[in-house]
């Protein structure tokens, strides 16, 4: 069922962002901005998580998510594609994607994908949340004792985790450096200054589930997936009576 509600939602964003009254054919939907800009390309790194889209866009959209969260994983399978072709292509939003850390492997598996060069952050975040029903379950199997010693987050900690869940070997396959996987899941600095923003985000807008959704600055009250997301959006985007 979650396929055609996908397609169907893209397809109604697609009308409101173009202000037509039916969904235009398919390549339409994938078109760039007015000046052939694909705006969904452009990642750079920001003082809390990443920007995807254009910088100056005239709507702002974070996304707190926390990559042990299954709801969040929905969201990425079924949210983020249609933004991507409605709002972040055309350059109509900026989409922050900003962690929420909730035990010690979200902390391990938000290093491994802030890892290596911010243009490759879309894709590391996709591959880790698309495939999280696999390596999730891999640690809801685990012994209680192996689950007390990654809660710990420490260096040997999050490198066990990693390793133990196959999240290395994944990004690995994909073509990064193991070195450079091993080498951020070590970082001890980086690991505190996610946690520093994680406790800067909770007292900024006062977060208390995930997914989240804050619009130009403002968290939405009682909106923590695509079903609730979609009409927001859609209210912000609907084309203007002349």
């Known amino acids: ?17 173009t202000g037509a009254a039916t969904a235009q054919p398919a390549q339409k939907s994938l078109a760039p901005s007015e000046n052939g800009e694909n705006w969904s390309a452009k990642v750079e790194r920001t003082a809390r998580g990443h920007a995807i889209g254009k910088p100056d866009a005239d709507a702002k959209l974070i996304e707190f998510i926390s990559y042990t ?12 594609p249609p933004l991507d072709i409605v709002l972040l292509q055309p350059g109509k939003v900026t989409l922050e994607v900003r962690p929420v850390i909730r035990n010690g492997i979200d902390l391990a598996v938000t290093l491994l994908a802030n890892c290596g060069d911010p243009a490759g ?7 880790l949340m698309l495939n999280q029903a696999v390596w999730l379950g891999k640690a809801r199997n685990a012994p209680q004792s192996q689950l007390e010693i990654w809660q710990r987050a420490d ?15 994944l990004l690995a ?5 193991r070195a450079e996987l091993d080498a951020c899941v070590s970082n001890d600095t980086a690991a505190k200054a996610l946690l520093a923003n994680d406790e800067a985000d909770a007292a900024e807008f006062g977060i ?7 619009l130009d600055g403002k968290l939405l009250a009682d909106v923590h ?12 985007f609907a084309p203007k009576a002349d």
């Open 1 to 17: 069922m979650m396929k055609p509600l996908l397609l169907t939602a893209a397809a109604a964003m697609l009308a409101l962002a």
């Open 69 to 80: 969260c299954p709801h969040c994983a929905d969201f990425t399978a079924r949210g983020e």
């Open 121 to 127: 952050f879309k894709s590391r975040h996709q591959a």
């Open 155 to 169: 260096k040997a900690a999050r490198m066990n985790a990693v390793n133990a869940l196959g999240l290395t070997e």
């Open 173 to 177: 396959q994909r073509g990064q450096s």
């Open 208 to 214: 208390s589930s995930t997914p989240s959704f804050a």
């Open 225 to 236: 997936g695509w079903e609730t997301l979609y009409p927001v959006l859609s209210a912000r």
